[in-house]
């Protein structure tokens, strides 16, 4: 299987700012969408931004202007710029990569990260 290490989170005073990572080591990373994903305790899972190897991206409304998200194919890397964090964005972010070259409802045959935790503090 592919995996997938997400890295960067911790614990940030709002309005500040995070890099969350993720690294991979596999071949067919280039070809695939990745995204991030994130979820609070209680909350279903929700889209956070989306990337495809040509750097497409697509964003949830409540992190736009405030979140970038980039790749770097030479790496086999994600990352998500986080900016001006609320408490809201608390949660714990998942790294996942698609298994077509573009995005949509994570299927069953994508696979996803272990999480890293972000916590914002008010």
């Known amino acids: 299987q592919v995996q997938l290490v997400e890295s960067g989170g911790g614990l940030v005073q709002a309005g500040g700012s995070l890099r969350l990572s993720c690294a991979t080591s596999t071949a067919v990373f280039s070809h695939n969408a990745m995204g991030w994903y994130r979820q609070a305790p209680g909350k279903q899972r929700e889209l956070v931004a989306d990337?495809?190897?040509?750097?497409?991206?697509n964003y949830a409304d409540s992190v736009k202007g405030r979140f970038t998200v980039s790749r770097d194919n030479a790496k086999n890397t994600m990352y998500l710029q986080m900016n001006d964090l609320r408490p809201e964005d608390t949660a714990s972010y998942y790294c996942?990569?698609?298994?077509?070259?573009?995005?949509?409802?994570?299927?069953?045959?994508?696979?996803w990260g272990q999480g890293t935790q972000v916590t914002v503090s008010s």
């Open positions: 990337i495809t190897a040509s750097d497409y991206t």
């Open positions: 996942l990569i698609y298994a077509s070259s573009w995005f949509g409802k994570p299927t069953g045959n994508d696979q």
